[in-house]
Every structure is written in structure tokens, then in C-alpha cells.
């Protein structure tokens, strides 16, 4: 192709700073954010412990959101009987909030009577010998366990009602018992093997197969298993009423498959497992700009693609899952585009290719000196000239080089034909113990060199 001399993409000249400028915007980002994020709306889209997690997570790490969500916190975490989370948002507040000795006295005496009955129930249960009572009553001591925050206790007491599940539908509910408590504790060690479990029960329903999806999902991002995960959130099954709040939102989904398939998945699977998916297009619809980012990069307009992912940024950060994945997963997007960019060319003026992506070309010539180092892009820089060559191939000597191979292995082959036919002509076979292959032994293992010396000389003596 002709060298390029026009724009392309020149709308990019209007996107958001480049990747090696959003460090020093982080706290301005911060700053600015409340202007645009709704809190309160955000929030509702989650339930129980994890609505309250995500609450301290903003508090701490955005301080335009400060007060509000601490007061949102404090307010959720009163419909718990979990004291230790409610001192902790008390002193993580810095004085926003008070302590109130008399509500921690109350609700002390209060979990100390309710956790004796769940204990004597439990008791009880286990002296008429019943197996569903126990289950049942092993079930309420671990959620009230997970309720107050004794994790510990809550996992064991929910790993024992397996051995009184008596259907897969106890079996199933014991394993999103275990699962949940994992993600609350952003724990995934039991998660693999309990996700295995539930998936194999055949009472397994289109919204438990949506929680094991997405949770799925989280465990491979918490992995930095970036294309892994975003194959389960593509998967998970669509839900309109967001029945697994208490996890996760059907918007989390979008952004979390979205972001992780366009730094992983290469053009043909992002159109169809992506862009064309019935099933995913319905989270997509969640979140327009993510629809539109995803569109923008597949028709290589690159410029408005990274305009969308510096505006979603400051939210993505305030993300309790994602927060320290976002710079990995831009700068893969980031490269991905570059790699994109250049690749239908024979030469590009890097002056055009720097006000495209919105960097400088000492900034762009760094970013493409790396992606060379690490052979993703086929290229050399001119300097002088400020332009990026493609790197041709010898073809000459690549083709001289695969005919000698060709030939090389065209003569092994040969060679072993003919060995095997001359052993078949003089009746020459060799017969081994297997167990004693298998331990590393030969009968005899200097009759065994003998007899190979012999088949190559008799093979060389001969004249075919």
C-alpha cells in the first residue's frame, strides 16, 4: 500500500490524554467526578454486604464522595447485626462519623442471645438425629456467622451442611453459600471447585447458571485471566430483574466482559462473540459508551475510542473489582489500537499517527520502540524523518530455508522407510518388556546396543 499522507482518524485529535498522561489526572478525575456519577443511583444496583463494601471502597478512594457515601455505609450497615463492619466505617471516617456506645450495646446483648438459640437449635437438632434439621440449623448458625462478619465460622458451618444435603437443589445452595462469602471477601480460593460442583447439579436454573457465569468472571479477573474472564461475563446469561444483586450488576458485566475482550480478543471474536452477540448485546444497551467504545475500535475510529475510555476512567477506578486492573487493561487496549492502526501500511507519518492517538511523537516513538521489542509490531523507526516502516521480510531466504528443511526431512523419512523394509526382508524384530520399558529397564541391555549396530550396519552395507 501507498505511503499515508493524509489524516486518518482525525478526530482523534480531540480524544482525552494518552495513557502516559492519566496518572497525573487521577486526582483531578477524583475531583471532578461527582459531577457527573450519581451515587445514589449507582448504588441501588447492588444489595446486601456488598452494596456496603462498595460504599468504603468510594469513601476511601474519592474524596468529593466522601461524606455521602460514608453516611450511605453507616446507614446500610444498621440493617445488619455486623458491629465489626460498623466500626470500622466509624473510624475510617475520620470524625464524619460518631460512635454510638449505646447502639453497640444493644446490638452486642442482642447477637450474643440470638447466636446461643442458633447454637442450641443446632444442638438440639443433632440429638434427634434428623438430617434436614441439621442442615437447616447448621445453615442459620453460618449466616448469622457471615451476617456479623465471622467469616471463618460462616465457612465452616456452611462446608458441614454437606454432608446432610440430602437433593442437588441443598447441594446447590450450599455451594453459592460458600461462593458468596468468597466474593464478599474478595477470597476466591474455594471458588473453582464449588462453581464445578454447582454447574454439574441438575436443578441448575438459567439465574444460578448467571450467578456461576459472572462469579466465574470475577475469579479469572482477580487472576489477571483477562480473556478467560471475558469469555464467562459474555457468557452469563441476561437477567432483567438483577437477581444477583448482592454480587454483582448487570452493568458490572458489560464493563467487565467489554473492557477484558477488547484488550484480549482479536478483530473476528470481537465482532461475533461481542459486537453481534444476542446475549450480550442486552448488557451492552446498559452502557451506551461501552457499546459505542466497542464499535468505535472495531471501525478502527481511535480517536473517539479513547475520548470514551478516559471519560468512563474516573468511574472504572471506583470500581471495587476493577480498580487495579484498569491500567493494565487500557494499556492493552491502547497497544492493540497502534498495533491496529499501522498494520494495513507500508510507512506512516508517526506526526499524523502522534494526533491521532493525542500524544507527542517523542511519547508515541517510546510506546511503538516497545511494542518492536516486544515483536508485536513488524516495523523500524525513522527518526530522522519521523516515519514507522514496515519490516519486510527476506522472502528469498525464508523460501531457500524451507526448501532445505523440506528436503532434510523428506531424506530422515526416506532413510527410516528403507531401514524398516531391509529389517522386514531379513526377518530382524525387536521384542521389548513393557513393565520393564516402563521402569526404565532392558533385559539385556548391551544385547540391545549390539542389536541396533547391527540393523544400521546391515542398513549401510546394503545398496537399494
Given at each position: 500500500m501507498e505511503d499515508m499522507e493524509v489524516e486518518k482518524n482525525t478526530e482523534g485529535s480531540s480524544s482525552s490524554s494518552s495513557n502516559n498522561n492519566n496518572n497525573n489526572n487521577n486526582n483531578n478525575n477524583n475531583n471532578s467526578i461527582s459531577n457527573e456519577f450519581d451515587l445514589e443511583t449507582y448504588i441501588n444496583n447492588y444489595s446486601g454486604f456488598t452494596k456496603i463494601h462498595r460504599l468504603i471502597f468510594i469513601a476511601d478512594n474519592c474524596k468529593q464522595l466522601e461524606v455521602e457515601a460514608y453516611n450511605m455505609a453507616l446507614k446500610?450497615?444498621?440493617?445488619?447485626?455486623?458491629?465489626?463492619?460498623?466500626?470500622?466505617?466509624?473510624?475510617?471516617?475520620?470524625?464524619?462519623?460518631?460512635?454510638?456506645?449505646?447502639?453497640?450495646?444493644?446490638?452486642?446483648?442482642?447477637?450474643?442471645?440470638?447466636?446461643?438459640?442458633?447454637?442450641?437449635?443446632?444442638?438440639?437438632?443433632?440429638?434427634?438425629?434428623?438430617?434436614?434439621?441439621?442442615?437447616?440449623?447448621?445453615?442459620?448458625?453460618?449466616?448469622?456467622?457471615?451476617?456479623?462478619?465471622?467469616?471463618?465460622?460462616?465457612?465452616?458451618?456452611?462446608?458441614?451442611?454437606?454432608?446432610?444435603?440430602?437433593?442437588?437443589?441443598?447441594?446447590?445452595?450450599?455451594?453459592?453459600?460458600?461462593?458468596?462469602?468468597?466474593?464478599?471477601?474478595?477470597?476466591?480460593?474455594?471458588?473453582?471447585?464449588?462453581?464445578?460442583?454447582?454447574e454439574q447439579s441438575p436443578d441448575l436454573d438459567n439465574v444460578s447458571n448467571a450467578k456461576l457465569r459472572s462469579v466465574n468472571g470475577l475469579y479469572n479477573l482477580?487472576?489477571?485471566?483477562?480473556?478467560?474472564?471475558?469469555?464467562?461475563?459474555?457468557?452469563?446469561?441476561?437477567?432483567?430483574?438483577?437477581?444477583?444483586?448482592?454480587?454483582?450488576?448487570?452493568?458490572?458485566?458489560?464493563?467487565?466482559?467489554?473492557?477484558?475482550?477488547?484488550?484480549?480478543?482479536?478483530?473476528?471474536?470481537?465482532?461475533?462473540?461481542?459486537?453481534?452477540?444476542?446475549?450480550?448485546?442486552?448488557?451492552?444497551?446498559?452502557?451506551?459508551?461501552?457499546?459505542?467504545?466497542?464499535?468505535?475500535?472495531?471501525?478502527?475510529?481511535?480517536?473517539?475510542?479513547?475520548?470514551?475510555?478516559?471519560?468512563?476512567?474516573?468511574?472504572?477506578?471506583?470500581?471495587?473489582?476493577?480498580?487495579?486492573?484498569?491500567?493494565?487493561?487500557?494499556?492493552?487496549?491502547?497497544?492493540?489500537?497502534?498495533?491496529?492502526?499501522?498494520?494495513?501500511?507500508?510507512s506512516v507519518d508517526m506526526n499524523i499517527m502522534a494526533s491521532a492517538f493525542n500524544t507527542t511523537v517523542t511519547l508515541l516513538e517510546k510506546e511503538i520502540s516497545k511494542l518492536i521489542m516486544e515483536n508485536e509490531i513488524q516495523a523500524r523507526i525513522d527518526s530522522h524523518n519521523k516515519r514507522l516502516y514496515a519490516r519486510k521480510a527476506d522472502q528469498r531466504t525464508t523460501t531457500f530455508e524451507k526448501t532445505l528443511q523440506v528436503g532434510s526431512d523428506f531424506q530422515n523419512s526416506s532413510n527410516s522407510l528403507l531401514l524398516r523394509l531391509e529389517m522386514l526382508n531379513n526377518n530382524i524384530s525387536t521384542v521389548s518388556n513393557r513393565k520393564d520399558n516402563e521402569r526404565g529397564n532392558w533385559e539385556n541391555p548391551h544385547h540391545h546396543h549390539q542389536m541396533q549396530h547391527q540393523m544400521f550396519g546391515l542398513f549401510n552395507n546394503n545398496k537399494f
Open positions: 446500610e450497615v444498621q440493617k445488619t447485626p455486623n458491629l465489626e463492619l460498623y466500626n470500622t466505617i466509624i473510624n475510617k471516617s475520620h470524625g464524619i462519623l460518631e460512635l454510638d456506645p449505646v447502639y453497640i450495646e444493644n446490638l452486642s446483648k442482642k447477637n450474643s442471645l440470638q447466636l446461643d438459640k442458633l447454637e442450641q437449635d443446632l444442638n438440639t437438632a443433632k440429638s434427634n438425629m434428623v438430617k434436614d434439621s441439621i442442615r437447616f440449623a447448621q445453615n442459620d448458625l453460618g449466616e448469622f456467622y457471615y451476617k456479623i462478619g465471622d467469616h471463618q465460622n460462616a465457612l465452616k458451618c456452611f462446608i458441614r451442611t454437606r454432608d446432610y444435603c440430602t437433593t442437588s437443589k441443598h447441594v446447590l445452595a450450599m455451594c453459592f453459600n460458600i461462593i458468596k462469602l468468597g466474593v464478599d471477601t474478595q477470597n476466591y480460593t474455594h471458588a473453582p471447585s464449588y462453581i464445578a460442583k454447582a482477580d487472576g489477571s485471566r483477562y480473556k478467560l474472564a471475558a469469555r464467562k461475563f459474555i457468557e452469563t446469561p441476561f437477567e432483567q430483574s438483577n437477581v444477583f444483586s448482592d454480587i454483582i450488576s448487570s452493568q458490572d458485566i458489560a464493563y467487565y466482559g467489554g473492557l477484558c475482550a477488547l484488550a484480549t480478543f482479536d478483530r473476528n471474536e470481537l465482532k461475533k462473540k461481542v459486537i453481534d452477540d444476542p446475549m450480550f448485546k442486552n448488557y451492552l444497551e446498559l452502557v451506551p459508551e461501552l457499546r459505542e467504545l466497542i464499535n468505535d475500535f472495531y471501525n478502527t475510529k481511535y480517536g473517539s475510542c479513547l475520548k470514551y475510555l478516559d471519560k468512563m476512567k474516573p468511574i472504572l477506578l471506583l470500581d471495587i473489582h476493577l480498580y487495579k486492573h484498569v491500567e493494565i487493561l487500557y494499556q492493552r487496549i491502547r497497544s492493540k489500537a497502534l498495533i491496529q492502526y499501522f498494520s494495513p501500511y507500508q
